[in-house]
């Protein structure tokens, strides 16, 4: 009997493990999954802020005009993406910051667990958390955004998707990219890559369509200077980067319509493998030696010594294929007393090609070594080389 008891115990416990893992469970995953996407308003801290509101904004900018899309289907969002170094993506007021940084870092400097938390969920140490936020930069948001945002809660960095309505006060880094919300102190991230269904959690705000709403690419390379629009006059402004407004400049000569929505950037297209270049000639090998200039003598036919011939040559060294070499050649003629066939001025003699086989490698030989024994003495018969013939 107690047997038959623990059985039935141990089959309702498995049981009762299974109802709770489908009940709790992450649920449906893949690109067909639904995701929570949290709808945050202007001024609304959210679910577990980090800190107390630091934005500053009292304007709410004009939005840039939506582009001609389609309307999705209910609940899908359809991935707008956009450079975060795009003119008019932010805005702000001149000479006015939209957030309070030292604020910000005063309230978290208070709270060493959410100090630590809020590092890790940013990505950088602790000790430098003062430094990350004075070197963001003060703006608003012009369109709808989506983001990856952070919570605080027992201690640690929650995590959740959301969209943050048009004039939202955000800090971002010097690749265009938001990386902390002003209006509650959450880190931020670039958003998840799904690409199926939505529950809204939240109350849309007027104007919000799902088909509107942007995601931020950031840049590959550091901007200095961001273009912003001025909310108040719709005119522009040069912010640079990591400035809290101090030091902007009017900039009239842009043309761009500030009312016209942000350029969108096509999608990224995958990666292609990499085809080499045909090479037209292998380089040289790494074992040539440097070449040393050769002597080749070479005579002309003549009638008095039928029979002499050049001493031979003893071969070189093997050298690699395909090292470079450089010859000298220098024709020897016979002497005007000795009786020789005149050569046609129109058909010159002919030399005798020097080939590797033939051309010692090593150090370059004397030149008296190299000259006929039958040859007249003096220096007429022998032609210097000129600086024409040398090929070094």
Same mark, same amino acid.
């Given at each position: 009997m107690p047997s038959t008891l623990r059985r039935i115990a141990a089959a309702a416990a498995v049981l009762s493990v299974g109802a709770f893992a489908a009940g709790c469970g992450g649920g449906a995953s893949g690109a067909d999954s639904r995701q929570d996407l949290n709808l945050q308003p202007i001024a609304?801290?959210?679910p577990d802020p980090f800190t107390q509101s630091t934005a500053d904004s009292t304007a709410t900018p004009t939005p840039a005009a939506p582009s001609a899309t389609r309307s999705p289907a209910p609940g899908v969002q359809v991935t707008r993406t956009v450079s975060g170094a795009a003119p008019g993506l932010y805005g702000g007021t001149q000479s006015v910051a939209s957030c309070d940084v030292e604020k910000q870092i005063r309230f978290l400097g208070g709270d060493r667990a959410k100090n630590r938390a809020f590092a890790d969920a940013a990505g950088i140490d602790p000790a430098s958390v003062a430094r990350f936020l004075r070197g963001l930069t003060p703006v608003v948001l012009r369109n709808d955004?989506?983001?990856?945002?952070?919570g605080f809660r027992d201690g640690s960095a929650t995590s959740f %998707? *959301?969209?943050? %309505?048009?004039?939202t006060a955000v800090l971002v880094d010097d690749h265009g990219a938001p990386r902390v919300r002003c209006a509650c102190g959450n880190p931020l991230k670039p958003p998840n890559s799904h690409q199926g269904e939505w529950n809204d959690k939240g109350k849309p705000w007027p104007g919000y369509h799902a088909d509107r709403v942007v995601v931020v690419r950031p840049t590959t390379v550091v901007i200095n200077n961001l273009i912003i629009v001025n909310i108040t006059n719709n005119t522009w402004i040069e912010r640079k980067t990591g400035d809290d407004g101090r030091r902007d400049r009017e900039r009239p000569d842009i043309q761009i319509d500030p009312?016209?929505?942000?350029?969108?950037?096509?999608?990224? #297209?995958?990666?292609?493998?990499?085809?080499?270049?045909?090479?037209?000639?292998?380089p040289p090998s790494p074992d040539c030696p440097t070449p040393t200039p050769t002597v080749t003598v070479t005579e002309t036919p003549s009638p008095a010594a039928p029979d002499s011939a050049p001493p031979a040559r003893q071969p070189g060294a093997a050298t690699p294929s395909g090292c470079p070499t450089a010859t000298t050649t220098v024709t020897a003629t016979p002497s005007p007393s000795t009786p020789s066939p005149s050569p046609s001025p129109s058909t010159p003699s002919?030399?005798?090609? *020097?080939? #590797?086989e033939s051309s010692p490698s090593g150090d370059m030989p004397s030149l008296p070594t190299d000259i006929p024994t039958d040859l007249p003495s003096g220096d007429s018969g022998i032609v210097p080389p000129s600086p024409e013939s040398e090929n070094v």
């Open positions: 609304a801290a959210g955004t989506r983001v990856t945002n952070h %998707q *959301s969209v943050l %309505q048009a004039g009312n016209k929505p942000p350029v969108t950037l096509p999608p990224t #297209p995958p990666a292609s493998p990499s085809t080499s270049p045909p090479i037209s000639s292998p002919p030399l005798v090609p *020097s080939t #590797p």
